[in-house]
């Protein structure tokens, strides 16, 4: 059966191994974590209680972990990206009470007691974000490597009513690399979702 990439990227997202868009989020309940409340905490630990994609998370954790490797890591959302680990490349992006913020330069601990939001909790169920859906409709990825962090970027700015611009969308947006190439695709859709 021969399927067009904008079929199979579709058909990805749809399903449980996407990675635009995991169907359910995989947050282990607080009793199951090792280092939930309750459970003995190592020396130097620090509780950390996050709001986490519409899920109350407590974890004890090392004040040295970044929100990057706690989610990947610890808490299995792998759909957060680590490209280059050192704030250049914008693959990490998550919200943190809704700013983007790039999670390789947070620390686990900075985020405690705040609203977090990585690209699994950006669909309702099946449904995907407006940005999610323009992503896929405008060819807005290739490798789909930088796509989680361009899609909470671009939900972001959107939100907070950034340029509209092809140029202001890319200043905007210039935080977020994409080694594909997909730059024009990409601005394509948030202008698509701006109208
Ligand atoms: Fe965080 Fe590259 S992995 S900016
Ligand atoms: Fe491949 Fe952006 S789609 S790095």
New binding site residues.
Partial sequence: MTLSRRGFFGRTAASAGSMLVPATPVVPAAPADSHAAGAARAPGEVTVVLRLNGKTTRLTVDPRVTLLDLLRERLRLTGTKKGCDRGQCGACTVHVDGRRVLACLTLAAAAHDRTVTTIEGMSDGDRLHPVQRAFIDCDG???????PG?VMSAAALLREGRPRTDEGIREAMSGN????G?YPNIVDAIKKVAR
Avoid: K
């Avoid at 990825?141 to 796509?147: A, D, R, V």
């Avoid at 690399?177 to 594909?180: A, M, Q, S, T």
């Fill in positions: 990825l290739q490798c789909g490597f930088c796509t361009q690399i994409c080694r594909c997909a």
